[in-house]
């Protein structure tokens, strides 16, 4: 569970962008944020995952305090974490298994585990047959399929997106909300910053609207409908 309580956010330049959220996320709820370009929706993603600290407010993820958390707990709170980004960031010098392969050999799992775990995820986003091509080599789509497939690997109970569709076509796109849909009905949380319209409409699920740092709606079940 996720639970924010009046955040705060003020950048060090004097920017606040975010201005008091509250905000309750149960496991396996999938969420959207929406809201213009500036609105805080990166700010807010970033809190989550402790990539910022926030200003003031109460901010729990799982049974994680990031208020109080020491940064050495960091580490800790991200392996129950998966976050995929609008520019895929994998790294370019690994193949899509060995991409994947990483996120395990960071936290040290057992050699025969990975081989298993990271053939199994790869299968699951579509991508069995092309394991071993790099980056440059794969479509965008493609490369965000391994993206997923390296966030989910360590089975996080939380799976952060900001923007994953951002670089890519509306069909392409698709397949990408079908994988994220599977992913969710497998109980995994799943918080996707986005600005795709069409998508919000078609996958519906509940919408948090962001306007200059503030929550301004909260609807279950909703469509995109932020006014600037
Ligand atoms: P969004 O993701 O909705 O486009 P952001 O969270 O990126 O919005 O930005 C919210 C506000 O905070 C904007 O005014 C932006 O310029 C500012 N901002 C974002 N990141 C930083 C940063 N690292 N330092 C200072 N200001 C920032
Ligand atoms: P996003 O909305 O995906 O964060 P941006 O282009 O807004 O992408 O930001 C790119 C990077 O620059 C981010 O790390 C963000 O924190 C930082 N950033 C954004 N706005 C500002 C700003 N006004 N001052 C300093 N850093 C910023």
């Known amino acids: 569970m ?133 980056p440059n080599e794969l479509s965008g789509g493609e490369q965000q399929r391994v993206a997923i497939a390296r966030a989910i690997t360590n089975k996080p109970s939380i799976l952060i997106a900001d923007e994953p569709t951002g670089n890519l076509d509306p069909d392409t796109s698709d397949e990408i909300m079908e994988i994220l849909e599977r992913i969710n009905q497998q109980n995994t949380t799943v918080i996707m910053a986005t600005h795709n319209q069409g998508i919000v409409d078609k996958y519906v699920h509940r919408v948090l609207t962001i306007r200059q740092g503030h929550l301004i709606s909260d609807q279950e079940e909703g469509a995109y409908r932020y006014e600037a």
Do not use: C, H
Not at 39 to 49: E, H, M, Q, V
Not at 78 to 103: C, H, I, M, S
């Open 2 to 134: 996720i639970e924010l309580k009046n955040v705060i956010k003020e950048y060090p330049n004097g920017i606040t962008a975010l201005k008091g959220i509250d905000l309750k996320i149960e496991q396996g709820e999938f969420i959207y944020i929406v809201g213009a370009s500036g609105s805080g929706k990166s700010t807010l993603i970033k809190t989550l995952y402790r990539e910022e600290r926030v200003t003031s407010g109460i901010i729990k993820v799982n049974e994680y305090d990031l208020m109080r958390m020491k940064n050495s707990r960091v580490p800790y709170l991200r392996r129950e974490l998966g976050v995929v980004f609008q520019d895929f960031r994998l790294l370019p010098r690994l193949t899509a298994y060995e991409n994947v392969a990483y996120a395990m050999e960071v936290i040290e799992k057992r050699p025969e585990e990975i081989r298993t775990r990271v053939i199994e995820v790869l299968e699951m986003v579509g991508l069995k047959d092309k394991i071993r091509r790099y």
